[in-house]
């Protein structure tokens, strides 16, 4: 039996545990609002991670991208940012934003405080960071969610097609976009100067 008493970490550290599908609810009420540390749940196993500070930045940074686009665009969205979405007994993922973009789904979660992941429909983009490891695109097949932006170094854009997630080049909710080059753009001024100035040239 796990204690719902969570492990202090070290940023950027990572730990695994055999667990039970209450077993990771009791440990996710332990650790209360806050969103650290990370934890996803999938086949019997927790993983824990406490993010770096470069996390948050890189987060930050690639949901603006996706803003920036969309506003520029006039098209309306909703975005979540921290989020846990579970299925129950089969999965807990937390990525770093969620959109919905498309107007069906749009209209499915307006004015919602919370999502049922069981009945309303899954993000149309979902953004996740890793820069320890953790992340793996299949860990959203349970979920269905169109499209996953994951930043290893580079960005990444994978597309489900036929339950299986396949990297592509272009983002379909952005079609004529270069995404990629935007987000290491960005990246790079942000590391160079600061966030506003990235933003601003993107802007």
Known sequence: MIHITLPELAPGSTLHLLCSWDEYQRMAQARGDSSIPRMKYRNGEV????????????AHLIARVAELLLEHDRRRYEAFTPVTMTIPQVGGIEPDYCFYVDPGSLVAVRGKTRIDWQNDPPPDLVIEIDVTSYSAAADYLPYQVPELWLYRERLRIYQLNEQQYQEVLESSWFPGYDVKVFVETMLRIAYEQDTSAAIWWLR
């Open 47 to 58: 993983l824990i991670m406490v993010p770096l500070p470069e996390h948050g930045k890189n």
